[in-house]
């Protein structure tokens, strides 16, 4: 296949809006090749979409599916002679979410948060979302073990139980959720800073974290420890996320701050509350080793949900929505809310600014990627709108007029000027999460790389509207959607990664003692994974 | 002799996963670790097993697969139910079936824990896995359910006596029954109170107000003080659970009743932790919740007549659809409704051409047009189930079948009826 005449945006190549031809070959980029020729003129060329944090599969997901009926049906998709039948909106079900992720010209998808314990039912629902490559984080910041090693100070075992957790849930990286938090939340409680205790076991977010980064590390795993912060949505608790990167910093490894806009907040209570992005933005300016994507705010219906129960109960609490809560022995917690992010709300308003803040001050596009924590800031199929509000500075004062009056002076956004360029959005969407992922054959159109490509018809003046149909999608090296269409379904590989590591022997027996279910049945059989890759450790 | 360890049972929402089963010469010779119903599950997994039938004429399986998509090819408004005793795959491909015929579809929930459902939608709730229970409950609330006879090893493995984590076992927790009539249950735990048939919605409420604070004198038949001292114990634990079943879900009041369990719940977390789970009573009820909600949005009572999910509980659950007797055909997986449903239901399903898919013979088997025997998953073929609380395990396959597994059945009738 050629992709004739397009203009590429390939950053991980240092390719800039280029005039030049791509060739495919066995699902592959190739120098050379013959055979079906796309004429890409007038159009924008970038690799496919990478998203490195969403909520698209698992018992959580499903809970949040199961509770909205009022969200579905609204949003009816019905099926066609090459696609099935589902429903939207903020949580799509699995097919629907392949097929919009599809039209956005995204290949590439992660469940930022697997539960050990129910993974098996996560991998049940990527296997039933088509289109896209994807994998799963495993949630390990309040797990038994990683406290109990942590306590004793045993590395060896820490490192060996890490290791064995990835590959029994066939996990790709290592998620904390609020750390130490939630195990306190089993007891009704939270933990209030980084150097508070978890009950029972005497250890510290900060040491939970700080060991998980050392493990990480020292795993050689792809992607570096994916950490939803402590304090999350706290009026004036942006300091415990820059203490959380300087944790990170000073045991020299490398931390993924995820949905950062959630832990920005400045001022003292909600009435006060203030965007705190200008100093978040200059501790991850400040070091090499960290980096974070948005969460950005999408004004309209969202579903919270979060591995973080106590957050979920606050946000119950101030709503009065409904509130599931779902907590999972040894291991973690999750909660599920509606939310409605109204721009006359002030302070739904305030957080919208703070997204697009961090992105404007973060000064190098590498470190950051566009994610709506989706659906928990709004639903991925909105990104469009985020790539608007990054590339114009008209599109945000536009926005910026119709929102609570007081938003914009808690924040620094009205006087920010930059504007993205096609070569930036590109890194944040494809480029910057495929090399955090470690995806080497990811988010480029290299030599080599996986023929994952999207072309668009790039309009000016209609930036959302360019990005929210993509002309063409490419994946492995076939044509799958078209004018916005999906022509044919597809179904890609789960990625895993496969560190050393066994299970400790004294955990087997606390393992038959606790948990519920026997240890020969806990680890995902190989039946879960009919199309996978083991993404190797450095 | 083959000695199978770690196996889930198939049989109720509990999913022991901790059975041995002894296999000689391709026979299940013996069980240990399991309770008296799926000991008889295991054993007589042979005995009264279904036969390829059409129209009350013995025909190979691939006449009878032909005929059952015959019939839902040509039907206008057909019904699809069951699902609850077969595996997550099999139910996948009942949802692919549905989506294709236009079907409506519905799951063995509709009938118990639908209302359960119902008001988790209005209101959402406080759950957890069962483990969190053995670990950490000092009090146990069971309301409306009689685990000691339906969920013969809950109280051993999961809520009363297991030691776990936090709890040494029986005499670290205080549990309660609530129901009707004292049954087995009743004689396990250190309290029982008697609430009127027909009004849990009444002492669910008085407990709320009791709880803030309301001067109760007594509701449902139950003097204010046990009720102001029940309010006191759920206050005060450090972990609680409220476990319920059939007895709150389907008496007076249904999903109501059931708003006001989860409602009293999520009020409870203002003072301490608390949960609530619903006793599922079918191995893989809640996979079929789990499915049909990833594929569609809704967990049961589910129409494609219009090319995308559409739904509506009452119009397009089983027994509504054939008491108004509008659906014009059936396929009934893993299930026995003839055995459960109204008179009238039942009638209608006698009366139009029905298709069974099930491992034995069954009051469903006896009146359809077309019978599909299949294999037992979790004996004679492998899946997926969800345990009560949402926990996936995988079953096994502990003797070799003749017959299909289920969802190799749907898999046929699909690519008939023009998947």
């Known amino acids: 296949m050629i992709i004739k005449n397009g203009t590429v945006y390939d950053p991980l190549n240092g390719i800039n809006g280029e005039r030049m031809d791509l060739f495919i070959e066995g699902g592959r980029m190739v120098e050379e090749a013959k055979g079906e020729v796309i004429d890409a003129s007038g159009l924008i060329v970038l690799p496919g979409g990478v998203d490195l944090h969403s909520h698209v599969a698992g018992s959580k997901v499903n809970l949040g599916r199961l509770m909205r009926p009022e969200d579905h049906r609204r949003d009816p998709v019905p099926r066609t002679e090459i696609t099935r039948s589902g429903t939207g909106y903020t949580v799509p079900t699995t097919y629907v979410t392949g097929y919009r992720y599809a039209i956005l010209g995204y290949t590439t998808v992660m469940e930022a948060a697997m539960p050990p314990l129910t993974a098996r039912h996560v991998h049940e629902e990527l296997n039933d979302i088509p289109m896209v490559d994807k994998g799963a984080f495993t949630m390990m910041g309040n797990n038994h073990f990683v406290m109990k090693y942590l306590k004793e100070g045993n590395w060896e075992n820490l490192r060996n139980f890490v290791g064995w957790l990835l590959k029994a849930t066939k996990g790709y990286a290592i998620k904390l959720v609020n750390p130490g938090g939630v195990e306190n939340w089993k007891w009704g409680k939270n933990v209030e800073g980084l150097d508070d205790r978890v009950e029972n076991y005497g250890v510290t977010p900060r040491e939970i974290i700080r060991g998980l980064a050392r493990v990480n590390e020292e795993l050689g795993l792809p992607h570096p420890i994916h950490v939803h912060c402590n304090k999350l949505g706290v009026p004036g608790g942006f300091g415990t996320v820059i203490e959380t990167v300087e944790t990170v910093m000073a045991e020299k490894a490398r931390i993924h701050v995820t949905h950062i806009q959630f832990n920005s907040y400045g001022g003292e209570d909600w009435a006060t509350l203030s965007s705190a992005a200008p100093e978040v933005a200059k501790a991850l300016n400040r070091f090499a080793g960290a980096t974070c994507d948005l969460g950005q705010v999408i004004f309209g219906e969202a579903t919270t949900m979060t591995g973080d129960g106590p957050w979920q109960h606050q946000l119950f609490k101030l709503t009065g929505n409904k509130w599931y809560n779902s907590d999972v022995e040894m291991e973690v917690g999750a909660g599920i809310v509606p939310y409605t992010f109204k721009p006359k709300s002030l302070v739904n308003a305030v957080q919208w600014t703070i997204g697009l803040e961090v992105a404007l001050l973060v000064e190098d596009p590498w470190k950051l990627v566009l994610t709506t924590d989706h659906p928990n800031a709004g639903p991925f199929y909105r990104y469009p709108k985020v790539i608007e509000w990054l590339m114009s500075k008209k599109a945000r004062e536009k926005t910026l007029s119709e929102i609570h009056r007081v938003a914009p002076s808690r924040s620094t956004l009205p006087s920010l000027d930059r504007e993205y360029s096609l070569y930036e959005i590109a890194v944040v969407t494809r480029a910057a999460p495929a090399r955090l992922l470690g995806l080497k054959r990811k988010g480029h159109l290299g030599v080599g790389a996986d023929a994952d490509v999207a072309l668009y018809e790039f309009r000016e003046d209609d930036i959302e509207g360019s990005f929210s149909r993509a002309r063409y999608v490419i994946k492995d090296g076939e044509i799958v959607v078209k004018d916005g269409r999906v022509v044919k379904e597809c179904w890609g590989r789960t990625f895993w990664v496969s560190p050393p590591g066994e299970l400790p022997e004294d955990a087997r027996q606390e393992f038959e003692r606790h948990y519920t279910v026997s240890l020969e049945n806990y680890p995902v059989e190989s039946e879960y994974l009919p199309r996978s890759e083991v993404i190797p450790c450095r | ?419």
């Open chain 2, 1 to 419: 002799m083959v000695l199978c360890k770690g196996v889930v049972c198939p049989f109720c929402g509990c999913l022991c996963d901790d059975l041995e089963v002894e296999v000689e010469n391709g026979r299940i010779v013996s069980t240990k670790n399991a309770c008296p119903v799926s000991r008889s599950k295991f054993l007589s997994h042979a005995e009264d097993r279904a036969k390829p039938m059409v129209g009350g004429r013995e025909v190979s399986v691939e006449e009878a697969i032909g005929e059952a998509a015959r019939i839902l090819r040509e039907a206008d408004f057909p019904l699809i139910y069951g699902l609850s005793s077969t595996e997550s795959d099999a139910q996948r491909m009942a949802v692919r079936l549905a989506e294709l015929t236009g079907a409506s579809l519905d799951n063995t929930s509709s009938t118990c824990h639908g209302p359960t459902v119902l008001a988790a939608q209005e209101c959402g709730a406080v759950k957890c896995t069962l483990g969190e229970v053995k670990n950490r409950a000092d009090l146990i609330v069971f309301w409306g359910c009689n685990p000691a006879e339906a969920h013969i090893r809950h109280p051993i493995r999961y809520s009363l006596t297991p030691a776990g984590m936090y709890r040494q076992g029986k005499k670290d927790r205080f549990v309660v029954h609530v129901d009707v009539r004292e049954t087995r249950t009743s004689k396990m735990v250190n309290q029982f109170v008697k609430v009127q048939m027909g009004k849990d919605y009444e002492l669910l409420s008085a407990l709320r107000a009791a709880l803030r604070g309301y001067e109760v004198k007594g509701a449902a038949g139950v003097p204010g003080e046990v009720i102001r001292g029940l309010a006191e114990r759920m206050k005060g634990c450090r972990f609680g659970i409220i476990f319920f079943g059939m007895g709150l879900t389907m008496s007076r009041g249904k999903n109501l009743n059931i708003d006001a369990a989860l409602r009293l719940v999520r009020d409870l977390n203002e003072h301490t932790k608390f949960l609530i789970m619903p006793m599922r009573g079918h191995f893989n009820v809640s996979g079929a919740n789990e499915v049909l909600t990833w594929l569609t949005g809704y967990p049961f009572a589910v129409n494609f007549s219009r090319g995308y999910p559409v739904y509506n509980p009452g119009e397009f659950s089983a027994v509504d659809l054939l008491c108004r007797e509008e659906c014009d055909a059936a396929l009934i997986l893993a299930s026995d409704p003839a055995a459960h449903f109204p008179a009238a239901a039942v009638r209608h399903l006698a009366s139009i051409p029905t298709v069974v898919i099930d491992p034995k013979v069954s009051l469903t088997s006896k009146l359809a047009r077309v019978v599909i025997p299949s294999a037992i998953a979790g004996i004679e073929c492998e899946g997926t189930a969800y345990r009560m609380d949402g926990v996936p395990l995988r079953l096994k396959r502990i003797v070799d079948s003749p017959y299909l597994p289920d969802r190799e059945i749907l898999e046929r009738i699909i690519e008939r009826v023009g998947g």
